[in-house]
């Protein structure tokens, strides 16, 4: 009766311990992505992030009458009410016309506030990138090793007064640093 015991006990051993095993489901694939590229990673996230974030902003800019003060980027920290509005509805057709693929960014390669091309949408790109970032939004692949990092860091930075976030790879290699693109640290020099 022993043995019998034992041989029960350790075959629901066994069976447990295969239930344990966790299969790692691929990444999905991001048929509509938007690539923002620094010296250290390659950012990719879904067209729809940007295009929900867009949706809700048309109707706050509208209802802050077009104030620049809306945005945080350092971009249109100078741009008046007309212009606000202008660039925001340029951006956001440019967004919305299918035809338009362009949506590759990266910090070595410089894009005018104004392009007829996807550089339209730069400032409200950097403008979400924290926030996707906090909620694990983002695909991050180290440029060094071509591999997809499943975790990162993300460490405040006081400036002024103002925590910005840095997001960082566990190796310590910086992956975004909010407070380079926030108007804050601007104003109170």
Known sequence: MKALFLLLTGVALSL???AQVIKVRPPEPIMDSIIYQTENVTLIFDRKHLTE???GMDS??????YSNKVFNSVQFAHLNAIDMGNH???AYCYLED???????????????????DGGIM???VEEIMPDLLAGGEVRVI?????AIQPA???IAEPVDGNNYRVVRLNSGREIFRESTFRVEQLTRR
């Open 16 to 18: 447990s311990g295969m």
């Open 53 to 55: 974030y867009m949706t």
């Open 60 to 65: 706050t800019l509208r209802n802050s009458k």
């Open 88 to 90: 925001f509805r340029k």
């Open 98 to 116: 299918t035809a338009n693929k362009d949506f590759s960014y990266s910090t070595g390669k410089m894009n005018m506030l104004w392009a007829e």
């Open 122 to 124: 730069l400032p409200y």
């Open 142 to 146: 180290d440029r060094s090793t071509k």
């Open 152 to 154: 990162y860091k993300m």
